[in-house]
């Protein structure tokens, strides 16, 4: 498995900018399918976007199609989710998580909180 920390969390406001960054621990980061979810209170966790092992293929929900990027880096081990035009339903708990397939999640990030206000 893979060690996952994540940075980038915090408060912002209505129509503002974020990014989130995911680094990981290990040799083999670029042979994992990657992707971000996220949590708000009383939801379920939800999927917001996922990448494949070159990059190459990127995947949105429906909620974030459109604001959200997702990219990573195999040189830094690192994968990224640019957050654009944030709204207060965006606030949640974000954790990144690598597999080695889109339906295997194996590792798991610690979280980190984003909050938006109106």
């Known amino acids: 498995q893979v060690q996952l920390v994540e940075s980038g969390g915090g408060l912002v406001q209505a129509g503002d900018s974020l990014r989130l960054s995911c680094a990981a621990s290990?040799?083999?980061?670029?042979?994992?399918?990657m992707a971000w979810f996220r949590q708000a209170p009383g939801k379920e966790r939800e999927f917001v976007a996922g990448?494949?092992?070159?990059?190459?293929?990127?995947y949105y929900g429906d909620s974030v199609k459109g604001r959200f990027t997702i990219s990573r880096d195999n040189a830094k081990n690192t994968m990224y989710l640019q957050m654009n035009s944030l709204n207060p339903e965006s606030t949640a708990v974000y954790y990144c998580a690598a597999g080695q397939t889109t339906s295997s999640y194996g590792s798991w990030s610690q979280g980190t909180q984003v909050t938006v206000s109106s």
């Open positions: 990448i494949n092992w070159s990059g190459s293929n990127t």
């Open positions: 290990g040799r083999t980061f670029s042979s994992y399918v």
